[in-house]
């Protein structure tokens, strides 16, 4: 039974929304997770790739949900160079459905409420302040009160649009995602695969990241703008019809990733905005898992504390604690993206010829990045930046 009031209420289940749920009631005031769909964790809509330690800052490595260990990068040119980066203990290719669902359920070991099948659809706002949420559930509609709303829903999310939160995004920022989840899939399951040129992805990257042995999500990401010429998908179908034009496709997915820097406000009275509705994702890689689950870790503890303190106006410090901890380098990662991404095929292919000049033992992704400084050295100043901020 749920109670008329709640000092947070979450709205939204992914990973985001799960840790911001769970620091809050870690600080012991009451929490309200909502989710829309039936199930927390499903649909998946993730190439599932994660490093071990954006795993590990929130949750234990454990093999339940994870279908890959990484240690290796494969970097593929237009003219099929391929560069290997090693690593020990890279990272996962996670099984996002049973990782989500173990997420959720730390929120509500910490005493967090959950409610699915809850559709949030509006606020309550009073004085200009956000205080609460309206939704439907089972076909009824339903309002409920809390001290402070975080919206967790997602790259779709309207929360932040409902509080006044400028949360446009430009079409260009924008990736047009697509992947399928095959098998019979011929691939390293300990290997990420990258592809790059105008044939697999322009404006973005192509993914083969294998889940577990002959199993694999194969995706791309381009820009809003290139999607309109040509789209995600037919980048796909050509991909597949070369590669693996016989194997048996278990999901089919289509999404976007808001590659771009934060918003520029992520909070307001009695609001807070978390994960892809705060536009957190890495704008280099497009992965927002392990920056949500941190702009997540950060908005549950303030709004804790702001409870807490009995002082709402402290969730306005969550902007600078979030800027300071990713927000910052984010900007640099954009910087370098929209340098990396206008490289031509030529270019993306002497990087990979040079670099595997380098050294077996010496090929890192420090040195990748300072072969592909060579041939850019504008994005020197800016690369400098991500190893000393
Ligand atoms: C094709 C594709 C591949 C990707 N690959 C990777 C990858 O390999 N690695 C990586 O790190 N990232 C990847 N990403 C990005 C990653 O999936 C997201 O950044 C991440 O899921 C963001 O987490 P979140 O909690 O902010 O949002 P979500 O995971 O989207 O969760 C939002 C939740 O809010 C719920 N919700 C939405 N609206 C409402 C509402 N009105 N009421 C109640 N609930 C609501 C949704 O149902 C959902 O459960 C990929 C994205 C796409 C599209």
Not at 184 to 192: G, K
């Amino acid at each position: 039974m749920l109670k008329t009031d709640y000092d947070v209420i979450v709205v939204g289940a992914g990973p985001a929304g799960s840790i911001a749920a769970r620091f809050a009631a870690e600080q012991g005031v009451s929490v309200l997770m909502l989710e829309k769909d039936r199930d927390v964790g499903y649909p998946v809509r993730c190439g599932e790739a994660i490093s071990k330690s954006g795993v590990e800052e929130f949750i234990p490595s454990n093999e339940k949900w994870i279908t890959s260990h990484i240690d290796k990068f494969s970097l593929n040119s237009p003219d099929g160079t391929e560069a290997i980066i090693e690593f020990q203990d890279a990272g996962y290719v996670l099984e996002r459905r049973i990782f989500d669902y173990e997420l959720a359920k730390t929120a509500a070991a910490a005493g967090a409420e959950i409610l699915t099948r809850a559709y949030v659809n509006g606020l309550i706002i009073e004085n200009d302040k956000v205080c609460g949420v309206k939704y439907e559930y089972r076909g009824e509609k339903k309002e409920i009160k809390a001290k402070i709303v975080i919206g967790a829903d997602g790259v779709e999310s309207r929360v932040g649009r409902w509080a006044g939160i400028k949360t446009h995004i430009h079409f260009k920022d924008m990736e047009c995602c697509t992947q399928v989840t095959a098998s019979n899939i011929n691939a390293d399951s300990n290997t990420l695969y990258f592809y790059f040129g105008q044939n697999y992805a322009p404006g973005g990257y192509f993914w083969v990241f294998p889940k577990g042995k002959g199993i694999a999500n194969i995706g791309l990401g381009v820009s809003g703008m290139v999607g309109k010429k040509k789209s995600a998908l037919s980048y796909l179908n050509d991909f597949m019809s070369e590669n693996y034009p016989t194997a048996p496709i278990l999901t089919s997915i289509a999404g976007g990733v808001p590659s771009t820097v934060t918003l520029e406000k992520i909070s307001a009275p009695g609001i807070m905005l978390v994960g892809d509705a705060a536009r957190q994702v890495n704008p280099l890689s497009g992965g927002g898992i392990a920056s949500g689950m941190i702009g997540g870790s950060i908005a549950g503890r303030i709004a804790g504390e702001a409870i807490k303190k009995n002082n709402l106006n402290y969730i306005l410090t969550y902007d600078k604690a979030w800027h300071d901890r990713l927000g910052k380098r984010h900007e640099i990662f954009e910087r370098i993206k929209n340098g990396i991404y206008n490289f031509t095929d030529e270019k993306f292919n002497k990087i990979a010829h040079s670099f595997n000049k380098i050294p077996k033992d010496k090929r890192t992704l420090g040195r990748l990045f300072t072969t592909a400084l060579i041939n850019q050295p504008s994005l020197l100043v800016d690369v400098a930046k991500v190893f000393i901020i």
